[in-house]
């Protein structure tokens, strides 16, 4: 098989013993005789993979106790709507953090649901930074403050948790999930698609704390109700078995690495060398504050843009897949999430100075 570094924002590469893993067990799970795919949900097989999933991510995560684990369809997209739908309770406003086109797309979500106070933008400055926290302007009436730790399009990340004081904080982790420490018990609720740091896509995990739990909407589909389906168990359907199956296997291999402080290091190590590289070039740049930039999704544009397709299609003849920046930014981009080992970033910068050397 071709070498192939997949820098793709999402779904995004992973980790080769996990796809070993699951293709050796493909047709037969632990001598179940079965493939996953066919099990029911369920029988005793697919209840203990179930099990041993939210028991992994409570133990990566230090989730408290009382915190509810989800995992629920319609990717972090639906949880937009579904976050209002289930926590405003009696409350009319939300507060959120518009750092970029993610936020963007929770804030127009909630729209559907309650008033939205943009307690701070940054969207005067095309997103290449995070709004100082002295400057938010927080309405207490809110029921929760929604926040996008690391905006994938823009490159931009949040290096600390916000201080809200009481209000709910409330964190789309699509995609830096697991890869760096935080404190749980800093948030109201957490929420993540699946498709990057976890596993494939199909399903969104919510992390949410108990007392916000229970005042859904009356309208509100029962699948799409936390209470109710943190009381069966996220089964009140049949749910993704092949995805849990895979952010099993995903969250095994973490473990196996050293868990999250292991794989933050590492992370940390990348994205510096990366970013090193870039700045000390001439051909290459990121706009983003020095302090703001992500550990997880690096754009990066050309001086002279007519080189844009020549490094695309050199990138790709050589093996490095997906660097092409989000349409609505262009430019480049390098999403370098846990499965991207360092060889691959260090392969990479390689590649991006011999390129420049050439051109
Ligand atoms: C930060 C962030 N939030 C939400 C989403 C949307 O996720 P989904 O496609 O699972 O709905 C993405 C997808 O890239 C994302 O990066």
């Not at 013993?17 to 029911?40: F, N, P």
């Not at 749980?184 to 698609?193: H, N, P, Q, R």
Request: proline residues 4%; hydrophobic residues 40%; aromatic residues 8%.
């Amino acid at each position: 098989m071709t070498k192939v570094y997949n820098f793709s924002a999402g779904p995004s590469m992973l980790p080769q013993a996990v796809l070993k893993q699951a293709q050796a067990e493909m047709l037969d799970w632990q001598g179940s005789g079965m493939s996953v795919m066919e099990m029911s949900h369920r029988g005793a097989e697919f209840m203990s993979i179930a099990k041993t999933l939210h028991d992994d991510l409570r133990e990566l995560m230090a989730v408290p106790d009382n915190y509810q684990i989800l995992f629920l369809q319609g990717g972090a997209t639906a949880q937009f709507s579904f976050i209002p739908a289930n926590i405003l309770g009696d409350k009319h406003k939300a507060c959120y953090i518009n750092t970029g086109a993610w936020s963007e797309k929770a804030i127009k979500g909630a729209k559907s649901y309650c008033d939205v106070v943009v307690s701070a933008t940054s969207e005067a400055n095309n997103f290449t930074s995070i709004p100082e926290r002295s400057t938010w302007n927080i309405d207490e009436q809110a029921a929760y403050l929604h926040y996008t730790p690391n905006e994938t399009i823009h490159g931009v990340e949040f290096q600390d948790i916000p201080d809200v004081g009481d209000l709910p904080l409330v964190a789309d982790m699509s995609s830096n999930i697991l890869s760096r420490h935080i404190d749980v018990s800093k948030f109201g609720l957490i929420y993540a698609g699946t498709q990057k740091n976890m596993g494939p896509a199909g399903a969104a995990v919510v992390i949410v704390r108990d007392d916000l739990i229970g005042k859904a909407q009356k309208s509100l589909p029962d699948i799409f109700n936390y209470e109710k389906q943190a009381k069966q168990e996220s089964m009140l359907n049949t749910p993704a078995t092949y995805t849990w199956y895979l952010v099993g296997l995903v969250l095994q291999w973490l473990k196996a690495q050293g868990g999250v402080a292991a794989i933050e290091q590492i992370n940390q190590r990348k994205a510096k060398s990366l970013y090193a590289a870039i700045d000390q070039s001439a051909l290459y740049s990121n706009p983003v504050a020095v302090a703001d930039r992500s550990r997880m999704n690096v754009p990066f544009i050309l001086s002279d843009d007519t080189l844009d397709k020549a490094f695309l299609s050199t990138a790709k003849e050589q093996g490095f897949l997906a660097l092409k920046g989000h349409r609505s930014v262009g430019g480049m981009r390098a999403s370098i999430y846990n499965a991207m080992p360092e060889s691959g970033v260090e392969a990479l910068i390689q590649f991006m100075a011999e390129f420049e050397r050439t051109h």
